[in-house]
């Protein structure tokens, strides 16, 4: 036995499409808790088919926190103001005697709310960083466009401005805010931090030390990873797709035009590379939405259009779930193995949905009833197969915190930078790099006056 947690925390985490927020809902029911929206796209207000909010009828009485906080006029939120928010809420949960619950997709957002930044909060010597900030302690430079964003991070950290690629906003604006807050650049923040956790004080083989898992995490967490295998979840994801059509995703593209067209007409710009711009729905069919608008295509164009926008967003989600188990994989369980809290990560398989109260539900139940009582734990891996195998770590270390590993690498084909070989393997792997490559590779031969086979154009036409 062990204590029972003071201020304990509730984490669901896993790919899109997985039934995270119903389990939130069922947890939140028998537990006396209230759920804290971690989805970036869901913090937007009204728009509740392309964010996939969850209904009010499928809340069941339950509170939910940061779920259509903002509006599309407002700036995006950065990591730390989610995190601060977030952080409010959960005092004000706590504060009631209540179990607040996280659940969803935005992992990076997940991981910055659960582990303290302790080389990046509260340090001093940021005289310099401050004056970019407002009076509320925002820093207004990170609102700017990317390549603002970017040449500033080239100033004061070039290590982390050539590990990211140009167009990699987040990342970007990630490692100049952190620069921002304390003074000290991301660079060496990565550096020190990798020094700590060499060091023979720190615990490695997993356990809950609570002393230093305190020290790292702001709150005891138990964090349930609700997985299903591809097989299963690809049909299920391109049928949601299909379905969100059906039930007005059109209509929310053409809301978000207007806006759009409101915003130009009053001659303000809008930076579509960000927030509720890049979500998966709108970008894809929006070429589809200014096509029948302007009243230019035929039907039958019209419905090409359509149907390859129902294409394109639903290889664009299922790309997203793989990204959202990558992140899980390398990331989240890197931090917590750091944190020596890897015992407290669970996966609940939610490949069939027929077996869910057997496989998820009520494993759920048990170990959350368990974890706010401080009884013992059964062991992760031991859950079932699926656990066994995706709970280990693929390698011992996280390589986005080793820049001491770095290797630079440019595609001149797709202008892409890579500074990891698994990254850039993965890339000259893709169909995308296939592509890119074949076609650059064609023109220098059209460029060259061949046909590609090593034969001379004619030059006297046809």
Not at 92 to 112: C, D, F, M, N, W
Not at 208 to 222: G, N, Q, V, Y
Not at 365 to 384: A, I, K, N, V, Y
Not at 417 to 423: A, L, M
């Amino acid at each position: 036995m062990r204590p029972s947690p003071q201020k304990p925390l509730i984490a669901i985490i896993g790919a899109t499409g997985t039934g995270k927020s119903q389990l939130a809902v069922e947890l939140a029911t028998q537990f006396n808790g209230e759920v804290i929206n971690g989805d970036a796209m869901q913090l937007y207000e009204g728009l509740p088919i392309i964010t996939n909010k969850i209904t009010f009828e499928e809340r069941n009485g339950v509170p939910h926190h940061l779920l259509g906080c903002i509006g599309l006029e407002e700036p995006t939120w950065t990591v730390g103001n989610y995190v601060k928010q977030a952080l409010s809420a959960i005092d004000e949960i706590h504060a009631r005697g209540k179990l607040p619950i996280l659940v969803g997709g935005t992992h990076y957002y997940t991981q910055s709310l659960l582990f303290k930044e302790t080389l990046a909060e509260g340090a001093e010597g940021a005289e310099e960083a401050a004056k970019f900030g407002d009076a509320d302690g925002e820093y207004a430079i990170l609102e700017e466009p990317t390549e603002t964003i970017l040449a500033k991070l080239k100033e004061v950290d070039p290590v982390m401005a050539d590990r990211w690629h140009p167009n990699d906003r987040r990342k970007i604006q990630r490692s100049l805010e952190i620069w921002l807050k304390t003074g000290k650049t991301a660079s060496k923040t990565y550096q020190e931090q990798q020094a700590a956790k060499l060091s023979p004080d720190i615990v490695t083989d997993g356990t809950m030390k609570p002393d230093e898992a305190r020290s790292r995490l702001r709150f005891l967490t138990l964090a349930l990873w609700v997985h299903a295998e591809n097989d299963s979840l690809r049909p299920r994801l391109d049928m949601r797709v299909c379905k969100m059509v059906d039930q007005g995703l059109l209509a929310e593209v053409q809301t978000l035009n207007k806006f759009l067209q409101g915003e130009h007409d009053a001659g303000r710009h809008v930076d579509k590379t960000r927030g509720i711009w890049v979500s998966i729905g709108y970008k894809e069919f929006e070429a589809y939405q200014n096509t029948l608008n302007a009243g230019e295509a035929a039907s039958s164009g019209l419905d090409q259009l359509k149907a390859t926008a129902v294409e394109q967003t639903q290889t664009a989600t299922r790309q997203y779930a793989k990204r959202q188990v990558r992140w899980i994989r390398i990331k989240l369980m890197h931090a917590l193995s750091d944190a020596g809290a890897m015992n407290n990560l669970y996966l609940l398989d939610g490949t069939d949905l027929q077996n869910w109260d057997t496989t998820v539900s009520g494993p759920a139940r048990h170990l959350t009833e368990h974890f706010l009582l401080g009884q013992d734990m059964p062991t992760p891996t031991g859950l079932s197969a699926a656990a066994e195998g995706l709970l280990t770590p693929r390698r011992e270390f996280d390589m986005s915190q080793r820049p001491d590993l770095w290797v630079r690498r440019t595609c001149e084909a797709c202008a892409a930078v890579f500074v990891t070989e698994s990254d850039w393997m993965q890339h000259v792997r893709s169909k995308k790099h296939k592509r890119a490559s074949a076609k650059k590779k064609k023109t220098a031969l059209e460029a060259e006056g061949t046909d590609g086979c090593g034969h001379g154009k004619s030059v006297l036409g046809d």
